[in-house]
């Protein structure tokens, strides 16, 4: 299915909406949620849950347009809301009747966060499910959990008490679950990244799912929506950074170096920049919503058998680690590049150049493009594929008492 035009009216308006006081918000710290609430209120958050479910049936190319579109607006949106549409695509893939009713309450305007990973120099969870008096227990610290102060629900992830791996779908508002606004990073300063603190929060069976423990397409499934999402982040940031470019050079007169007055629009040095830029930005533009295509082609499917879905998924994972490489260089070289065309100027805190950069900088931290690099070439030389030690899958199947 796809968006119908008057849906997508409503979620372009509540994006501009959204976007009105962006660097206001950036320059103050002011948290997003009356944004979030109106992304909700509009039906923006249930874009893919299907018509059946009350949702706006919108595809994942739609979905990705969309989010490039909000990252232009506010490029802390999307980030904040990317355990949220990453938690809905895995309900979706899941399919059983319990998916099925998480997708409800999406629908119903629940806001899902992600809260897996934790402090420390260990890659393995310190985090602890026990079963007591036929519910269950949960303990543990997790840091940045992405969404979670906006959320309803977050996900995180435990050990039981013989070490087997969960997944759990926590209330924030459950007795003993702490959300810290403690995210200290020079960028995306808005997505409230900080640490959740669980102190023995009681949870029901439909809260809490078993991880099996083999390699499969499902766990790439989820990473590919996680990862692919930052790169949109990404080409959102560029669009804006040369769209503000653009504004102040035609806004500009100067006298540098020259007799009298020039304008700096009619400077070849300066329109070969702002050149550069567009065409940096369009590029990055086109890659993910090229990934985007594939990663649908690649869901709607009919393969052979779960070996041959599970290659088509790695193949589709590379290609986003290559998208990867692009996103990161060239939105990197544009939030830093554009400062060419406006001189002092262009550094001073009003006009919030330099918060293009530090967004950019922040997102492309997140899982190190030079490992990417890495795994590509090894894939494409010796056939090896990528992240086979992370594929730990998370069964769809409730875990009962």
Known sequence: MS??????????AVIAEVGRDAVLRERDRRLLHPEIAALVGSGFTAMRVPTDLGGAGATLPELFDLLIELAAADPNLPQALRGHFALV??????????????????TDGAVFGNAQAEKGSTTTTDARLR?????????GRKFYTTG????DYTWTGALDESGERYGAVVPTAADGVEVHDDW????QRLTASGTTVFTDVELADENVYRIRQEPDWYTLDFRLLLHLLLQA?????????????????RGRSRSF?????SAPRHDPRVQTVVGEL???????QALVRDVARDYAEVRDRAHADEGERTADYVRLQVRQFQAQQIAVADILAVTSRLFEVGGASAVLSEAGFDRHWRNARTIASHNPAIFRQAAIGDYLLNGTEPETDFRAVESSDLVRA
Do not use: N
């Open 3 to 12: 968006l119908d035009p008057r849906t997508l009216d409503r979620f372009r």
């Open 89 to 106: 695509e895995r309900f979706l893939v899941g399919g059983t009747d319990r998916d099925r009713e998480w997708l409800r309450r999406a």
């Open 131 to 139: 079963r007591v008096d036929g519910s269950w227990r949960l303990s």
């Open 148 to 151: 979670t102060l906006y959320a």
């Open 184 to 187: 200290t990073g020079f960028g």
């Open 233 to 249: 982040t990404m080409a959102g940031i560029g669009v804006t950074a040369l769209d503000e470019t653009v504004a102040f050079v």
């Open 257 to 261: 170096g020259i007799a009298g007055e």
């Open 278 to 284: 567009a065409s940096r930005v369009t590029a990055v």
